[in-house]
Structures are given as structure tokens and as C-alpha cells.
């Protein structure tokens, strides 16, 4: 789930990894107060990846936001969960986080890990 308030170039960005705009829903502030505890009208897109059931992303639009969200800050708060992306090109992610550098861009960059690492 990612909220936002610009649903429309979030849904550009998803569609350059083959997503795309699936079931979309709605909630009056009442029910969503009643399910979420945020007193808030709330709209939800759902982006679905080729004919996958599951791993699929939700954006939410709430109409009245509580707070403005992790922005650039670490995801490694309680109740978050995490997220990753797999890219066939490295280094195409890190010449384009050089170029955001030098641009002096806002990131939250984290360096890339090998999964090498890992294997035992």
C-alpha cells in the first residue's frame, strides 16, 4: 500500500515496470473510520503486474491525510513493511542515483546489497 496524493505519476512510474490500473475502490469517511480509524474519504487503485493474483500494489488517496507519510525517511518503523524492487540493470539504478547526487536531489539512499552475501 502507498499513499499518495498524486495517484496519476505514481501510476506512470508503475507502468515503466509492466504494471497496470486494475480494480479501483472507494470509501466514505464513515467506513473507512470504521476500518482504518482515519476519518478520512479514501480512494484505492489497485495496479496489477501481467496476470499475477498476489505481490500486487494499492495506492490509496485519502482525502483529508492524517500526516505526510515516510516521505524520505528509513521504512524501518513498527508496523511497516517492507518493500523491494529487482532491476536487470545495477548499474542503470546507480548511474541514475549518481546523477540525482549531483543534482543534489532529496533521497534516502540505501547502497545496493549482493545476494551472495547471503548464501551459506
Do not use: C
Not at 19 to 31: F, I, M, R
Not at 50 to 66: C, E, M, V
Request: charged share 20%; hydrophobic share 35%; proline share 4%.
Amino acid at each position: 500500500i502507498i499513499g499518495t496524493t498524486d495517484p496519476e505519476s505514481l501510476i506512470k512510474y508503475w507502468q515503466r515496470f509492466g504494471y497496470h490500473v486494475g480494480d479501483k475502490g472507494k470509501l466514505s469517511e464513515a467506513n473507512a473510520l470504521q476500518l482504518y480509524g482515519v476519518k478520512s474519504k479514501l480512494q484505492s487503485i489497485r495496479l496489477r503486474h501481467q496476470s499475477a493474483d498476489h505481490g500486487l500494489i494499492r495506492l490509496y488517496i485519502w482525502d483529508k491525510p492524517t500526516n505526510n507519510g515516510l516521505q524520505l525517511s528509513p521504512m524501518k518503523i513498527i508496523g511497516n513493511r517492507w518493500g523491494a524492487m529487482l532491476t536487470n540493470s545495477i548499474l542503470r539504478l546507480e548511474n541514475h542515483t549518481e546523477e540525482a547526487k549531483e543534482q543534489n536531489m532529496p533521497m534516502y539512499y540505501i547502497p545496493s546489497v549482493r545476494a551472495e552475501k547471503f548464501v551459506y
